[in-house]
């Protein structure tokens, strides 16, 4: 099972919301990745979680905040939010071994900020 | 740093063709994995087919095989017979070695090729 799972599928906020963006995976994987994605454009890298713990901050603005409350759960915590930042967000994950390290993708969650 | 160049920006191919989608990378380093993600407009990326730098052998999935030339840092995607379902956005991607007892890794990504497919 190579599956990665991200709820919501879409999502309308406006600039004083706060929401939360939620991925999750089942196989094992110990490190999980926060990408943005603007259309026709390739995956920009925010965050990367290994073993639980922030490895990687892309100088994401803190309007973004990423949670992984176990191996299996990774949480984008969005507040106050600018139009801009209306993407496709991508959640990852891949094995901790050295060798054989592919990231696979869930279905993305798409935002629009109003 | 390293970069991933895709020159391509969009194709088309018929039906039950072959289409080759280019792809060079810069790099300096020796050992490194390099990937194919297809993109359809249901916007899912899935892995198409992975290359370890360092296998001379050029790895196939079906009806999906690369043609890596580690000198030239190229690493270009041949899809035969060529189906509808094959219409997506192509994104190669670099991914260098993690260090010892790391799991993170980045990807490094090209700026994607989109590929027609003409019934």
């Known amino acids: 099972d190579t599956e990665v799972t991200q709820t919501p599928k879409h999502l309308v906020m406006g600039m004083t919301n706060k929401k939360s963006l939620k991925c999750e995976q089942h196989m094992g994987h110990r490190a999980m990745y926060w990408y943005k994605q603007k259309a026709k454009k390739p995956p920009e890298l925010m965050f990367v979680?290994?073993?639980?713990?922030?490895?990687i901050n892309e100088s994401v603005p803190s309007r973004f905040s990423p949670e992984c409350p176990n191996s299996s759960l990774l949480n984008l915590h969005l507040h106050a939010l600018q139009p801009e930042d209306s993407a496709l967000y991508l959640c990852?994950?891949?094995?901790?071994?050295?060798?054989?390290?592919?990231?696979?993708f869930g279905p993305g969650t798409r935002l629009l900020v109003l | 740093a390293q970069t991933v160049t895709q020159s391509q920006p969009e194709m088309s191919v018929q039906e039950a063709e072959t289409v080759t989608l280019s792809c060079t990378y810069d790099t300096s380093e020796s050992d490194y994995y390099l990937f194919w993600y297809k993109q359809p407009p249901s916007r899912q990326m899935i892995l198409v087919i992975r290359?370890?730098?360092?296998?001379?052998q050029n790895a196939t999935e079906n009806r999906f095989s690369v043609n890596f030339q580690k000198a030239a840092k190229s690493f270009s995607l041949k899809i035969s017979d060529s189906q509808l379902g094959d219409a997506a956005m192509y994104f190669c991607a670099y991914r260098t070695t993690p260090p010892y007892g790391g799991a993170t890794n980045k990807l490094i990504f090209g700026t994607g090729t989109l590929l027609a497919v003409q019934p």
């Open positions: 290359q370890e730098a360092y296998k001379q």
């Open positions: 979680y290994s073993y639980e713990k922030l490895s």
């Open positions: 990852a994950s891949s094995q901790s071994s050295r060798t054989g390290e592919t990231q696979y």
